[in-house]
């Protein structure tokens, strides 16, 4: 590498005074390392749990599973987990509207008919569409 002498013996001047907070980082980056492990084996995330989808998200088991080991990792009660959120304002919108409008009626086709919208274990809102 092409750094100067005086750039390598600043840093190694330097680097003692920071051992105890590099030790400090290591020691949280193992307990985050050791919460999402625990995560994983929790959900007895496997290979199948890899495997190709169809892409629509119906019975994909690693999708369900991601968003369980959100959720557990962060002590939340679910977690959604899609690349589709565009940014976080698209992600806090889509929250936000599901839990101010947990209560609203959904109007599925006929328009004669009104189902009730529940929570979920894994999605705060559902609207049945049957």
Not at 38 to 49: D, H, I, L
Not at 69 to 76: M, Q
């Amino acid at each position: 590498m092409n750094i100067r002498p005086e750039v390598s013996a600043a840093a190694e001047k330097v680097l003692p005074s920071l051992s105890r907070r590099f030790s400090q980082i290591d020691a949280v980056a193992e307990e985050n390392t050791r919460r999402i492990l625990e995560a994983f084996q929790a959900e007895r995330v496997s290979e199948a749990y890899f495997a190709g989808t169809t892409g629509y998200g119906y019975d994909d088991i690693g999708r369900d599973a991601l968003d369980r080991i959100y959720a557990r990792v962060f002590g939340a009660q679910a977690a959604l987990v899609r690349i589709g959120f565009v940014n976080g304002t698209h992600a806090l919108t889509a929250r936000s509207s599901a839990a101010l409008h947990r209560e609203r009626k959904c109007y599925p086709w006929p328009a004669n008919r009104t189902i009730p919208c529940r929570p979920s274990s894994v999605y705060p809102v559902m609207c049945p569409a049957t």
